[in-house]
């Protein structure tokens, strides 16, 4: 059994989709991962949350990092 830490989302995670920065990952029963962006994973959030077993969201960090730019 292999404790599952979360590692925290860098730059060079990149979504599958469209290359930008990941924000969300998610964890696959089969143990794969999928990295969306934060449009990506909010497009089809649905849909992963009923094949993950874990989905490590840190869009939350991206929004400080818009309200910090916006200022
Ligand atoms: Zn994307």
């Known amino acids: 059994m292999n404790t599952a830490v979360a590692t925290p989302l860098s730059a060079a995670d990149r979504c599958d989709r469209c290359g930008a920065q990941?924000?969300?990952r998610v964890s696959l029963p089969t143990g794969g991962e999928l990295l969306f962006c934060?449009?990506?994973g909010r497009e089809?959030?649905?849909?992963?949350r009923e094949?993950?077993?874990?989905i490590q969201d840190e869009t939350d960090r991206?929004?400080?990092?818009?309200a910090a730019e916006d200022n």
Request: charged share 25%.
């Open 22 to 24: 990941a924000y969300i």
């Open 38 to 40: 934060a449009h990506h």
């Open 44 to 48: 089809h959030e649905s849909k992963l």
């Open 51 to 54: 094949v993950a077993i874990e």
């Open 62 to 66: 991206l929004g400080r990092i818009k």
